[in-house]
């Protein structure tokens, strides 16, 4: 690494030593149908790195061009133009859109291509693409707009998100794609951030490659089973230009879970629990209310990008996020700075990129309190002067001190809990690309990675809180711990790239090595107040070691015959020295059917691409690694045992499978491009067959002859088959006027085709009793199916509590009745999107949808019954109640009574903007905006949200709100 | 020009230099890493302090007690709660809850219904807790028989003193061993035939029943007694002679049930083996299940404890679910017992069947053994899920002899009584009626021992004539409720299934109804039966 820094430093000693001279020119870009300037296009002499960038007016100015060499210009989404120079200074040019984007370079693993040259399934995304509104995290910019990708996040500022590529592969292994930023693979770990990408500010983001096939990700070997997410970060261009870009946002709730309100629950007192009365209070209380606030939120990014030499562009930024939450006390606070060099040497034939990123983020988490809202009692008070507990009301005896399980003031809860990780992580790379000079074809590639994160949790719940140590007791000592988080990412990957045309036939060749280490420690305390509590503990984490050879080609006939082969040779430290290694390799092909002659001229179908790929990924990423070793754990001083007078640390084996190794999975891709009337609609088709095989499952082991019951075996296999569609139409394209819409959708079918000796293994937790689960894997159906009881009704159509069918009909009703009665996820979703331009206005929205998604309300099967208004002290219910009138929870937990559809249609974002343009403004340009999100939901789910996770169980969420924005966007 | 050559052959070097670093990096045995934190540790690095052997052996035992090796929500075996699947909460499901003495409030929780009313099948959570539990505690076992070979030990130098104590510790552990395939055995019939000489790992290894399992435990204990301490000499809550002795007298006592050959001659003789070993009744019988009943005199009357500890042992099994289970709702009566007032919010009632024990004679109204609470309370359970309904039972307690507390409130310091004195008396009465010889006149002083101890005076003493085994049978139940005999009592005695003996849910309904006899048996749960294709099913499942 030393050597490494001095020869950076060498070469930037060196760096005013290049320089040459020649004529100068200048010009306007414009596009075609607006013959609006375009900004930021990209002015290239070819095959030099003598370049600049348009201003915002469109214009450029180029100096050293020689007389004979050819200005390329550039901008995602239009055509190149590419025009030799024979002594004109002064070029005006005027570039096409281009709706299928044939020459926007896409990013790939170990390179880059171009989407023409494309074999596999993958979806670019460029800025302008980028989803619209208050986006504090980079997912969020994806949402709805790749066919195949599902991102559903979560209600609380700055939250993560479940991202599925085509379903995910795994049963019980991560589910989650590899991201890779600017050629480093992140880790999975948050440790005290929101999230993996909740550090990453969007407003660095230039496009995101997601690469969803097989043939795509194998070059990710075993870490590609989920597909790989590859974000590129903005790099430093030549010409200044400065971007200042602010919002603020308020958002409100939406929904609430309908239970009786203060009045009406005193009439349901009255009538069905007259000997209860006297547990009524004299106060009315929302407690919905009282634990939600309006959450108010602003973003500030500014960046500048120029050169600081002649050779050296640069990209410096800021940004700054503070977001509530509804929740009350939740909040986010990121600041963020990333500094990009990219200087460029020898014409261009050495590429250096240097990006570091810092950020730091301060995340004050509220706890969960909806389940205590919506069950406490409403005509009870938040407030009770003569409260020992910080003046809040609580359930008390008579001496005043707390009771045993009742439910808990929640805004006490939320008031008395700190909560507060702060995360400092800083990552990036630095990349040299070196074209040999003494062997043209041949291109070395170095890349070094580093992510490192560290973070510290406060944890604290006020000595006055009926929450904490002994409050029960009257002794009241609160709860208190700290944890620290560190982690470290450290990457090396060297390939060499062969590129080199014979006759029609062009070949790329990449061979390179990878290697990674990650490491990971956490130190907690424990709670420090407790005398009996766990002791301080750190943490070290086996290092995971991951290494790899790869290679691949990429071969083209005529730019009409294209075939890219790959292989990867992977190695983890995750397994024993006899399975660690495996090969993955992958083959693709595309044709362009429509550069052959008979529809080469053809202007209606002006694109047809077909494509075919197979390839081999695999799964490291199991919960429980290190499984191969035979290894001993050391209990700590809770977990003792007593000889005589003392207590021993106890030694245990753990569970212990020597042969433990990677899920592999094998896709199958079949896809289609196509445009009509000069790419004025363009889209693609995709079919795709994934089979996940040697599965890591939790699976039962003989009893006896190991260190537990259960435990990762490679045993079990699913099949995901899919249809991903895309089209994108130009509606409207005039000077004044632009309308532009996107569709896509997606069809996912997810079958279980074995389990380890083919039991059904029972999943997903639910309240409402210790240990009860809701769903099964079960062979021939889709993983996570809910698994329940299926109701009988009355004549009358209501049902009758307690009562099922007896499906196998032998006279018992037990476990052997259940049935499979739905599932949580999709089978079908879509993305809907329209951008519109009218003169200086501006104005898009996104609309997503599902369907054939089910979820199970656990929120009405956990409480929905009379027998929980009576629990010690009065409890409030869901209203549903009074629809199924039942009785018991045990009797009605686990009917499909509480499985419902939740098809759902969602408005995201709605955006209205207006342009100063610089005629107006005298320097640069100044866009207003202002926007709604999360503007309609349209479903049956009777719950506040019918999009949740937790494989469609509904446990109360934090709620998503409707967030107002106005925004604002200068630059020069 | 020439500072630009010069520069790109600095380059080239540069460039060879980064490849050539990359090269040197890609050293495969990287990928051998080793684990680094200092609780956890390769098999050879953890053997390699000599006070290893005895964590090892606190590791064996610790699971009759511990449900992981750092966290008491955590479960090192799988496909039930945490709690749910500790030694002595299964033992206690499956031994008292699926008869008179008990009930559990909340039928919600996977498994109770099936367990309390007899209607269980074989996908029953509970059922596959206590056949995974003891089938760990038997690899446990297997394993720290493995490494303590003497060919192991020699290979690590460990000789001498430390040797010579690691042959008792072996001793101990095939003792332990021998204790979980008797609660196989006594639940299941059988057993997975795996002793230490079967690798470790996916194995399906053949089941041992019946005779053949009940004769290698026998054979088990019998060859360990020698190289065991003798009776009461070892450190507490470690096996000596006198808990292998008892647990041959519970085998030779159930031996009908087991081979279907009595065996009460042999009860007799090692129930004598036991009263001549030093044990004691400790004076006040509920001193047996204080916070302190390692201190307090109990520790004499108590043969195996498994220890529960508030601040260093904690479980969510154990006696911290019996006491937590006793506090009464809306009695809130935690205090008393040394817990959170509200304990598990009514967890557990008593049946009136068992509450008659004590209720429809009022002579038991000075028993001490009679720790009813009936106030305000129907001695009737309607709705199981009406915590206000049956009486409750203060026997188990977190409070000390001297009226303290244990050292936490929601974890116990109570050790469980999983053998008690108590039972080696009432035993030997039980076998000298069945014909096994012995002496009736001091089976009667032996009873009598113990219903002085429960009056204080002799004012519940009983005559030969008064000596029977129905008397016997209800006597088992008021001594040693909860303590995990019932079910086994029940069966021996011909009345825990089929319908000379109904209690309340017994078989679903309030009024209770026949059970059949293949529910003598809990049936192999499914998914051990599935990962094991040469364990077979019991009949009737």
Sequence with gaps: MKILLKGVLFFLLFLPMISIAQSTVSGTVVDATGQMPIPGVNVLVEGTTNGTTTDFDGKYTLNGVTDGATLSFSYLGFRTQNIPITGQTNLDVTLTEDAAELDAVVVVGYGTTTKKDLTGSVSLLGEKDFNKGNNVTAENLLNGRVAGLTINTGGSPGAGSEIRIRGGASLNASNNPLIVIDGLPINNVANGGRSVLSSINPADIESFSVLKDASAAAIYGNRGANGVIIITTKKGKQGLKVNLDSQTSVARLTDKIDIFNASDYRSLINERFPERTNFLGTANTDWQDAIYQDAFSSQHNLSVSGNLTENLPARLSIGRADQEGLRKTSSFERTTTALSLNPRFFDGTLKIDFNANMSWERNRFAPGVEGGAFQFNPTQPIYDPNSRYGGYYEYTDANGIALGNVPRNPVAQLMQTQDIASVRRYYGNFKVDYKLPFYEPLRAVVNLGLDNSESDRFYEIDRNSALGTNALEGEELGVRSDTDYKSSNRLLDAYLVHTKAFGDFNTEVTAGYSYQIFENQNFTTGNVRDPNAAPPELTLDPDVVLLAYFARGNFNYKQKYFLSASIRRDGTSRFGESERFGYFPAVSGAWQLSDEDFLKDSNTLSLLKIRAGYGITGQQDIGSAYDYLARYGLGNTISQYQFGDQYYNIGQPFYRNAGIKWEEITEYNLGLDYGFFNGKLSGSLDFFRKESDDLLSQAPVPDGVNFSNQGFQNIGKFTTQGIEFVVDYNLASTDDFNWNVNYNLTYIDREINRLAFGQDILVQGISGGTGNTIAVHREGYAPFSFFTYRQLYDTAGNPIEGAYVDVNGDGILNDDDKYISGNGRADVTMGFQSSMNYKNWDFSFNLRASFGNDIYNNVNSGSAQYANVYRTVLNNVPTQVLESNFQNTPDVLVSDYYIENADFLRMDNLTLGYTFDEDKMGKGTLRLWTGVQNVFVITDYSGIDPEITNNGVDNTIFPRGRTFLFGLNYGF | ?541
């Excluded at chain 2, 890493?33 to 964590?55: H, I, N």
């Design chain 2, 1 to 541: 020009m020439d500072f630009k050559l010069k520069n790109m052959l600095k380059l080239k070097t540069f460039a060879a230099a980064l490849l050539l670093g990359g090269a040197l990096i890609s050293c495969e045995s990287d990928l051998d890493v080793t684990p680094q934190d200092d609780d956890e540790l390769l098999a050879d690095g953890f053997f390699e302090t000599e006070g290893a052997y005895k964590q090892a052996l606190a590791g064996v035992y610790a699971n009759l007690s511990l449900t992981s090796i750092n966290d008491p929500g955590g479960s090192n075996i799988a496909g039930l709660d945490a709690g749910t699947g500790q030694y002595i909460r299964g033992l206690f499901n499956l031994e008292n809850l699926s008869t008179d003495e008990v009930i559990w409030t909340y039928e919600n929780d996977p498994g109770l219904r099936g367990m309390q009313r007899n209607t269980w099948s074989s996908d029953n959570p509970l059922i596959l807790g206590v056949f995974a539990r003891a089938s760990y505690e038997i690899a446990l076992s297997n394993e720290f028989l493995r490494q303590t070979t003497s060919e192991m030990l020699n290979s690590r130098g460990v000789s001498g003193e430390l040797a010579s104590e690691i042959e008792t510790y072996r001793a101990e552990v095939r003792v332990l061993r021998a204790l979980a395939n008797y609660h196989l055995l006594d639940l299941f019939g059988k057993a997975p035939n795996v002793t230490e000489n079967d690798a470790v790992g996916f194995d399906q290894v053949g089941e041992i029943a019946g005779t053949e399992l009940y004769t290698y435990i026998v054979t088990e204990l019998t060859e360990a007694l020698p190289n065991l301490v003798e009776a009461r000499q070892n450190e507490y809550a470690r096996v000596d002679q006198g808990v292998a002795n008892m647990l041959l007298a519970k085998l030779y006592l159930n031996s009908e049930v087991y081979t279907g050959t009595p065996r009460y001659a042999e009860c007799i003789s090692v129930c004598e083996n036991l009263i001549g070993s030093g044990y004691s009744l400790t004076p006040d019988y509920l001193y047996n299940f204080m916070a302190d009943n390692n201190t307090n005199g109990a520790q004499n009357e108590i043969i195996f404890p498994v220890v529960n500890d508030g601040s260093n042992t904690q479980n969510y099994g154990g006696t911290t679910i019996i006491i937590q289970g006793e506090v009464g709702v809306p009695e809130n009566n935690g205090e008393s017992l040394g817990v959170n007032p509200g304990g598990f919010g009514g967890l557990f009632r008593v049946r009136p069947e068992f509450a008659r024990l004590f209720t429809e004679n009022p002579l038991y109204i000075n028993d001490a053994r009679n720790t009813l609470i009936t106030q305000d309370r129907p001695i009737e359970i309607d709705n199981v899920g009406n915590t206000a309904e049956g009486y409750l039972i203060t026997k188990f307690s977190n409070r000390t002899s001297d009226g303290g507390f244990g050292s936490d409130r929601t974890f116990t310091d109570t050790d469980y009584p999983l053998f008690r004195y108590a039972d080696v008396l009432l035993m030997y009465a039980e076998a000298v009626l069945r014909g096994g010889g012995g002496s009736e006149s001091l089976a009667l002083d032996y009873v009598n021992d113990i219903r002085e101890r429960a009056f204080g005076d002799t004012s519940g003493n009983i005559i030969q004539s008064q000596l029977t085994l129905d008397f016997l049978l209800d006597e088992r139940s008021r001594e040693l409720y909860w303590e995990s005999h019932r079910r086994q009592d029940l069966i021996r005695f011909g009345v825990y299934t089929g319908s000379d003996y109904l209690w309340s849910y017994k078989g679903g309904p309030q009024s209770g109804t026949s059970i059949p006899d293949y529910r003598k048996l809990f049936p192999v749960p499914n998914q051990s039966l599935s990962s094991n294709s040469n364990l077979t099913q019991n009949t009737g499942y």
